[in-house]
């Protein structure tokens, strides 16, 4: 495939409308009962103090270690590290290495590769490059990030959706053309992929499913779905949607459930389930109205909870305060309290990621950054099991373990094509008996890069140096749920 002609990408630019269309993020005063219910209903602030100053907190990334790498929107990352007991609330902020001094985007295609690096691709802004083709690659042992080409002929990426595919590679879209690429991380390089694309990929979101497939719900050409078969590197029509999704040229996250839905939720009122058993779309519940307003999520995030629910953040018509924040069961929507600034807030501006605990982090491009725990269980029946792992371990070695359920059943965040937060890829947890101290093991080499799949994966972990000796226990955690520990013993 090749690059889309010159009007074309003029004509999408000129959608984007730039400067962003955004608006700044309002700083109305957090009242003290703002506050209050926020912690009521189980939001915590972040103890440490924030690094992010005027730029704020934005897109947050589960690295393979245990620990949290959150842009503040410009050059610089930050890791959170959860302490000793395993607490990201009482966790502690380190700076990252900085990315390459041309590059510092704002709304860009990012994905954790199978070796544990971070590869970060495009940006709606870097720097007032609009829609630039710049990428980088980090890797998180030697602190370091690496500049990547472009794919060949791409002047633009731009906010593009990104998957990594079953078998480890990387996909991404372009705000621009028509074409996908293919991350050869060896070389550096591209392939060309997604013959018979019906538009390009501007503001897609892009769900990984159990059979490798990746579904989007197309903006440009709606009311039309695609799927993208790996294994021909082409997309085909997965259905017409039952309701209009988008508002503004604009649609919310799509998730996939335990069950096998993916819900997609709209930019409009309205919201639609994709059964992936059946191969169709049925209609979903639309969003409810509060306070007189009708929600949507014209750009936002969701994030699939322990339990099979996803947690949402929605807020009125276009860019507009105030944020509410969503739980949907698989039929009905109940409304939550929110964080403190969520009188402040707009969907869009809001990022959740589900941490190794279970719980959420949340952040809304300001220096407030918020830990959620969701009162609910912890579906067992998607839990990873171990299968295979050496009984004793001794301190800065690597070894492998195997298992089911690594990948768990779903990429479990979603946002669109700003914003890519998958976690499905298996971290390894250590904790010592007597001392009740947590560390995380740093995970890499994952043999599998999809979901839902019963078959064995393997992956290979580094036993941290500081880990306590004598007798622990060793978990795999997959999105939020931890396997059955086992029993080892740390020299």
Same mark, same amino acid.
């Given at each position: 495939m090749g690059s889309a002609p010159c009007f074309i990408v003029a004509a999408l630019l000129a959608l984007h409308g730039f400067p962003p269309s955004r608006p700044p993020i309002p700083t109305h005063?957090?009242?003290? +009962?703002?506050?209050?219910? !926020?912690?009521? !209903?189980?939001?915590?602030? *972040? &103890?440490?103090?924030?690094?992010?100053?005027?730029?704020? /907190?934005? $897109?947050?990334?589960?690295?393979?270690?245990?620990?949290?790498?959150?842009?503040?929107?410009? &050059?610089?990352?930050?890791?959170?590290?959860?302490?000793?007991?395993?607490?990201y609330v009482n966790g502690r902020w380190k700076q990252a290495g900085p990315m390459p001094p041309d590059y510092g985007p704002l709304y860009f295609a990012s994905a954790l590769l199978s070796d544990g690096k971070l590869e970060i691709e495009g940006g709606e802004d870097n720097q007032h490059d609009i829609e630039t083709n710049k990428g980088a690659i980090y890797d998180p042992v030697a602190d370091v990030w690496t500049s990547v080409a472009p794919p060949n002929g791409w002047a633009h990426i731009?906010? !593009?959706?990104?998957?990594?595919?079953?078998?480890?590679?990387?996909?991404?879209?372009?705000?621009?053309?028509?074409?996908? /690429?293919?991350?050869?991380? !060896?070389? @550096?390089?591209? $392939?060309? #992929?997604?013959?018979?694309?019906?538009?390009?990929?501007?503001?897609?979101?892009?769900?990984?499913?159990?059979?490798?497939?990746?579904?989007?719900?197309?903006?440009?050409?709606?009311?039309?779905?695609?799927?993208?078969?790996?294994? #021909?590197? +082409?997309?085909?029509?997965?259905?017409?949607?039952?309701?209009d999704l988008t508002q503004s040229s604009d649609i919310g996250p799509q998730i996939l459930r335990p069950n096998g839905t993916v819900f997609a939720a709209g930019g409009s009122r309205h919201t639609a389930i994709y059964q992936t058993h059946r191969h169709r779309w049925i209609a979903g519940p639309d969003f409810p109205i509060v306070n007189g307003q009708q929600l949507d999520i014209t750009d936002g995030p969701a994030t699939l909870l322990t339990n099979g629910d996803v947690l949402m953040a929605a807020s009125?018509?276009?860019?507009?305060?105030?944020?509410?924040?969503? *739980?949907?069961?698989g039929s009905t929507f109940s409304v939550i309290a929110g964080p403190p600034n969520s009188s402040n807030d707009s969907s869009y501006n809001i990022r959740l990621l589900m941490l190794p605990t279970g719980q959420v982090l949340e952040t809304d491009e300001s220096d407030d950054v918020e830990v959620y725990t969701p009162h609910v269980g912890r579906d067992r029946a998607i839990a990873p099991t171990i299968t295979s792992v050496s009984t004793t371990l001794t301190r800065g070695d690597t070894y492998q373990i195997a298992g089911t359920l690594f990948n768990g059943v779903s990429q479990a965040n979603a946002y669109g094509?700003?914003? &890519? &937060?998958?976690?499905?890829?298996? @971290?390894?947890?250590? %904790?010592? *008996?007597? =001392?009740?101290?947590?560390?995380?093991? %740093?995970?890499?080499?994952?043999?599998?890069?999809?979901?839902?799949?019963?078959? $064995?994966?393997?992956?290979?972990?580094?036993?941290?140096?500081? =880990?306590?000796?004598?007798?622990?226990?060793?978990?795999?955690?997959?999105?939020?749920?931890?396997?059955?520990?086992?029993?080892?013993?740390?020299?």
């Open positions: 005063r957090v009242t003290i +009962a703002d506050v209050m219910r !926020a912690r009521a !209903a189980g939001w915590q602030q *972040v &103890q440490a103090p924030s690094p992010f100053g005027q730029n704020g /907190a934005g $897109t947050e990334l589960l690295m393979t270690d245990g620990s949290v790498m959150v842009s503040d929107n410009m &050059q610089n990352w930050y890791r959170l590290i959860p302490d000793k007991h395993g607490s731009g906010d !593009a959706p990104s998957v990594v595919l079953a078998d480890g590679t990387l996909m991404i879209g372009s705000c621009c053309y028509i074409s996908q /690429a293919l991350f050869d991380e !060896a070389s @550096l390089s591209w $392939t060309l #992929t997604g013959k018979g694309k019906a538009d390009s990929s501007s503001e897609e979101g892009w769900t990984l499913l159990p059979d490798g497939e990746v579904l989007t719900v197309d903006v440009s050409t709606e009311p039309n779905s695609e799927l993208y078969n790996p294994r #021909t590197g +082409a997309w085909s029509f997965a259905g017409t949607i039952p309701v009125p018509g276009v860019f507009n305060p105030p944020m509410s924040m969503l *739980v949907f069961d094509d700003d914003d &890519q &937060q998958a976690t499905n890829y298996p @971290l390894v947890r250590i %904790r010592n *008996v007597v =001392t009740g101290r947590v560390f995380y093991a %740093r995970t890499h080499d994952h043999s599998f890069m999809g979901v839902a799949s019963t078959a $064995t994966v393997t992956t290979l972990f580094d036993v941290p140096a500081d =880990t306590d000796v004598g007798a622990s226990t060793i978990e795999v955690i997959a999105n939020g749920i931890p396997s059955d520990p086992v029993a080892v013993t740390i020299d």
